[in-house]
């Protein structure tokens, strides 16, 4: 397989996530999404990915992007470990947080509509995130265990966790959110979750390295 992502890409670090927990060996080909004006929009990679974003994977000769989509498939051909609950009530609450993360917070504050918001990005993007935690705090109180769903890492503690980064980065005040802090501290000390870690990346620059 292989997987082009960016060090910093939320979307990039679950599929990583993903492929670490099921032990699936893959190269990297980092696509810098801000150098050259952002390789993604480059003709070569618009071949890879019409949607011209990471992550994209090359696997069992065809394409994938659409972080959720790819994880769906190594489920699919690698179930072990289980991403998705067996029990039907687990794994729509599974892919609820998954989504709510995934198409309710992410995209509202991703670097594309970061552009946009030129000097109000940072407000912009602490309230986005700021609002989706309120709701996924509450949630997270009904279903958590060790982790969001439960006792085991599921496809919504993949996208907890970079989300999590995302808030830290945008300087998101943590305190109003005791459940997503503690899961995520949980989930950080697996190893899956440190390997792609974005601190750990190929095309990670040398003063953001663990």
Not at 117 to 130: L, R, S
Not at 148 to 174: I, T, W, Y
Request: glycine share 4%; with cysteine.
């Amino acid at each position: 397989p292989i997987l082009y992502s960016y060090f910093r890409s939320s979307c990039s670090w679950r599929v990583r996530i993903a492929l670490a927990l099921k032990g699936i060996s893959y190269d990297l080909v980092p696509v810098n999404l801000l150098k050259d004006g952002g390789q993604q929009f480059s003709a070569e990679f618009k071949a890879v990915n019409p949607m011209q974003q990471v992550p994209a994977l090359k696997i069992d000769g065809i394409v994938l992007s659409q972080s959720l989509a790819i994880i769906h498939y190594l489920e699919d051909t690698h179930p072990n470990p289980r991403l998705l609950p067996q029990d039907p009530k687990k794994r729509a609450q599974v892919r609820m947080i998954a989504d709510h993360i995934a198409s309710g917070i992410q995209p509202l504050q991703n670097l594309s509509i970061l552009k946009q918001m030129g000097e109000k990005k940072m407000d912009w993007a602490q309230n986005c995130i700021a609002s989706g935690f309120q709701a996924l705090e509450q949630t997270l109180q009904h279903t958590a265990g060790r982790y969001c769903v439960g006792d085991d890492v599921s496809m919504a503690d993949l996208c907890l966790v970079p989300q999590v980064f995302n808030a830290e980065r945008f300087k998101v005040d943590m305190s109003p959110y005791p459940t997503i802090t503690r899961i995520n501290k949980a989930l950080l000390e697996l190893q899956a979750f440190k390997v792609s870690h974005p601190s750990r990346q190929p095309d990670t620059p040398a003063e953001l390295q663990a």
